[in-house]
């Protein structure tokens, strides 16, 4: 097999960028395709953390090429600062970066409507990262938004943003009380950001199908998880974008099948950031020690993650929502020391079982988990690097999530560092090995 893609089985943040860090030399090509700014991947290594919101994780390797396509969004301002980070940390992104010119941008009044829409929602706020993701998204299907490749042309940019303005948005935003934005600075903008950019814009789709035709393995890098799909997640409180595996082809213009396998990447936990729905929630002292323990706080925007325990009807419909072929565990060294452990095999909804995390409907607040106990384990998993060195009840543990999920487990991460990485021996994994 070529083509793997890695994607978030729970709520996002699940340690996507580590592993899609660790495992890019295999291949030739990463790419995103869907998600922004509001994505935060966190690479640790050599003693130093790097964090990425627009850029695919395989920077950090020389010979990797790295795209976003069509699906995603850009925040131009961002993403130049984040190209500044990555040069000042030694990494030269040019001439290994491909973004699509379909790309759509978030301007300055996405995040002004963005902040707005969340301000006037008060208590029923979505808890968004306030980065314009749901406007700018929200623009693009409703056709007025403003594309990567467009900002070649700042007169057109100003045309595009007045003629948006002059269809009702500029009311909006005064309804709002957000700032209606000037077409002339818009262009002034435009000019700016494309005089850095341009040279890593261009066509994506044409560039996969090349690599798609000379056999190049290709890693398709997911953001978010898949309960924040806007489809298939906890509707409304998600993200904009199709985070699941279905959504690589559409994003990318590529076949369905060129996406070969699929790797979901879950915790040893839970958490979730923002409202919403999240049934095995710990609001206590078990839910503070995670959130310690694991340091479970944003990437993006810094705030506490809530926590919790191992969802398996989630879990279960984040396979079967993706077709996922095994999961890497991420973050199972955060466990140790916490006793007993428990897992939620199911749901209890006035009075009766199900286990199918599509059944719940709209009964969110109704849900009460079904919990299974697990006795802990002291021993810190931090220096395991075979899945003999874990304790015995930690292999019963992950044996455990894996049989209630439905899916093989392929990786174990014990801790943020590349070297800190249990490879199922058997697993999905050594089918894809270009490095090795
Ligand atoms: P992503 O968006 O899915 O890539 O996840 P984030 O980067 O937001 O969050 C994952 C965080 O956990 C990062 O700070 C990682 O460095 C860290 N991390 C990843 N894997 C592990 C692990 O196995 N153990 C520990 N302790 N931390 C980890």
Known sequence: MNNLAVVGAQWGDEGKGKVVDLIAPRFSVVVRFQGGPNAGHTVVFGGRTHALHHIPSGIFHDGVRCLVGAGALVDPGRL??????????????????????????????????????????????????????????????????????????????????????????????????????????????????????????????????????AGRPILFEGAQGALLDVDHGTYPFVTSSSTVAGGIPASLGIAPRAVEAVLGVVKAYATRVGAGPFPTEDTGRLGDALRKAGREYGTTTGRPRRCGWFDAPAARHAVQINGLDALAVTKFDVLSGIDPLRIAIGYRIDGGEIDDLSDVGDAWDRVEPVWEEHPGWSEPLADARRLEDLPARARAYLDRISELAGAPVALVSVGPDREQTIIAPDGLLGAFGRGD
């Open 80 to 213: 130049i600062e984040e190209l500044d980070g990555l040069l000042e940390a030694g990494v030269a992104p040019r001439g290994r970066l491909l973004i699509s010119g379909k790309v759509h941008v978030i301007l300055p009044l996405h995040r002004a409507l963005d902040g707005a829409m969340e301000v006037r929602l008060g208590t029923s706020a979505i808890g968004t990262t306030r980065r314009g993701i749901g406007p700018a998204y929200a623009a693009k299907v409703q056709r007025w938004g403003i594309r990567l490749g467009d900002l070649a042309d700042p007169e057109r940019v100003a045309r595009e943003l007045a003629r948006a303005l002059d269809s009702g948005i500029a009311d909006w935003c005064r309804a709002l009380g957000a700032e209606v934005p000037e077409p002339a600075d818009a262009a002034r903008d435009a000019e700016a950001w494309w005089q850095r950019l341009a040279p890593v814009t261009g066509n994506v789709t044409r560039e996969l199908h090349e690599a798609l035709a």
